[in-house]
């Protein structure tokens, strides 16, 4: 079975369920139409919430047919002929059954409307006794009513202590959007995951049950099950941390003030087709409550049963059926970020489904230091397309610990990804009437290898700043002389950007005065490349109250700024 959920604890973590291997075939039954359904696209507020009819509106997506629910007649024919009805899909027009005998079979197979009938998986039917179910969270939430038509992206500058989690961020230029008030306020984030261990009581997501920044919950492996039961995998629990949590001096997410869906798709002790459909509707549903940006720690290549392997000539973005969906996601205006896997030193070797699609966001990783990390899948696609996108870190990454109290390292792409996708909505947060691909390509252009990416970085890490730069209307890589694009913010706390477009490699030196001509900081000699460059003066907010300048001196010039210090 491969390693599909994309992450390793550095130390072992302790087994949390085991099941017995009972099994009976469960089937996905495919429609040929949605003919005489009593859903309407010009009623679009029967299955779609205002704020997904919004984010179609700002984007100009009209509606289509694969927008309108299954028809429900359909569903219940099936039902009456005797197969349970697990969950369905809308994108693919198909359902999900099971407790199917031949007889059942024969039946659905005789109505005129259906398709095709595939088996997906084989059910685990039995529980082992270290997985409780039924047990009751303290702060169970499995809907909560969002119904705003806007995203209310009014910004509230929080000073945040980010502890040992700082590096994860700062290699983004997050801290620095975080200070101007771009904190993910009055965006969605749906995670689709393998569950989310102990999430609803851990002190860590305290500020999000607080805030009522979580919106609820919704299992598609078992319906109507609890996300947070004990027993359940940690692992969503480890990727929501590094988005939304806020454990003061220890770790602080990437965007602790957006709001988040919390939707289980995948069935990590096992490893079957069933979960790519559990993905297209967790999609679905992500789009239906009107999520901003889906993370995805997941992806897919080899099954237990081998029938439904894929293969790298399957990774051309129009095969795979989370692939499919991914991309059907994005063409609704939502923006899909994506790990790209952890197979860069397996035989597979490539990244999976579903990151080769064309409108995913596919993230690999790099160490602290801003190295690549081996584990790190490799691009291209099949067809030729640059894979990864962009990188963040995965390499010794700052989550919440599985053990319930304070915060361990991991590794994995599982992690680079939500570092990303937090980031993602904080950018779409300081721009919000713009386009989820607006967004991807300026997040791209602001990368270290924007002008010569690989199979193995793709574009490079991204620089947030940059990109909110790009998406304010400068033409950044337009520029043919030497610059300062930028130097913010002022007045300034604790830390000092600048953007620097460069003509050559060369030294530059960069220094900080006070109004006496009194030097407060000086970095001399620092090598910066051709093209856009971005520097960061750190840990300043010891200095006094008042006006300061700042100094770049290239080989050719020298640039002069003012700033205040609040």
């Known amino acids: 079975m491969t390693k599909k959920i994309f992450f390793f604890i550095v130390f072992a973590l302790i087994a949390g369920a085991t099941y017995s291997q009972k099994s009976a075939t469960k089937f996905v039954v495919k429609f040929k139409d949605k003919n005489n359904s009593p859903y309407s696209l010009s009623n679009p507020s029967a299955f779609l919430s205002a704020k997904a009819i919004t984010r179609r509106a700002i984007q100009n997506i009209s509606l289509k047919p694969n927008d309108l629910p299954v028809n429900p007649a359909y569903i219940d024919s099936v039902r009456n002929a005797g197969a349970t009805v697990i969950t369905k899909s809308k994108w693919m027009n198909c359902v999900i059954i099971s407790n199917v005998t031949p007889t059942i079979m024969a039946k ?290 700052v989550v919440a610990s599985p053990y319930g109290g304070g915060v361990v390292t991991g590794n994995g792409t599982s992690f680079s990804s939500p570092i990303m996708a937090g980031m993602v909505a904080c950018l779409w947060q300081a721009n919000p009437t713009l386009g989820n691909m607006q967004i991807i390509d300026a997040i791209q252009k602001s990368a270290t290898l924007f002008n010569n990416p690989n199979d193995s970085m793709g574009y490079g890490i991204p620089n947030f700043c940059v990109a909110n730069l790009l998406l304010s209307g400068l033409p950044i890589h337009d520029f043919d002389k030497e610059g300062v694009v930028n130097v913010f913010p002022s007045p300034f706390k604790n830390n000092i950007y600048l953007v620097f477009n460069s003509t050559d490699t060369q030294t530059v030196n960069i220094e900080m005065f006070d109004i006496t001509g009194r030097s407060v900081y000086n970095k001399l000699n620092q090598t910066r490349n051709i093209g856009i460059n971005y520097y960061s003066i750190d840990n300043i907010g010891n200095l006094a109250k008042g006006f300061y300048v700042v100094r770049l001196s290239s080989k050719n010039k020298v640039y002069s700024t003012k700033v205040m210090k609040d």
């Open 108 to 397: 659905i197979n005789s109505l005129p409307f259906v398709l095709q009938v595939d088996s997906v998986a084989k059910t685990n039917k039995g529980r082992g006794k270290n997985e409780i179910t039924n047990s009751t969270p303290k702060k169970k939430v499995v809907a909560v009513a969002d119904n705003q038509g806007t995203k209310n992206t009014s910004k509230e500058i929080t000073t945040y202590n980010y502890g040992s989690g700082y590096n994860q961020i700062h290699m983004l230029c997050g801290d620095a959007l975080h200070s101007q008030g771009y904190d993910g306020a009055g965006m969605t984030i749906a995670v689709l995951d393998a569950g989310f261990q102990n999430a609803d009581t851990m002190k860590v997501f305290d500020s999000l049950w607080v805030r009522g920044q979580i919106q609820g919950t919704k299992d598609f492996v078992n319906p109507g099950g609890n996300v947070f039961a004990p027993g359940i995998s940690t692992h969503g629990m480890m990727v929501l941390s590094t988005m939304g949590g806020n454990l003061p001096g220890q770790l602080v997410g990437t965007a602790p003030k957006a709001k988040y869906w919390l939707i289980r798709t995948e069935d990590a002790p096992s490893e079957f087709f069933i979960e790519e459909y559990n993905w297209a509707s967790g999609a679905e549903f992500a789009d239906s409550v009107g999520a901003d940006v889906i993370n995805s720690s997941l992806g897919y290549t080899v099954f237990d049963d081998g029938n439904h392997n894929h293969t790298y000539g399957e990774l051309d973005g129009n095969t795979g059926i989370a692939t499919i969906a991914a991309d059907l996601a994005a063409s609704k205006g939502i923006l899909v970020v994506n790990s790209a896997g952890n197979s860069g030193n397996s035989p597979w070797h490539f990244i999976g489904i579903p990151a080769d699609g064309d409108s995913v966001l596919t993230i690999g990783a790099v160490d602290a230091a801003g190295s690549f990390a081996a584990f790190s899948s490799f691009g291209p696609t099949s067809d030729g397309r640059i894979k990864p996108n962009v990188m963040s870190q995965g390499e010794q990454s």
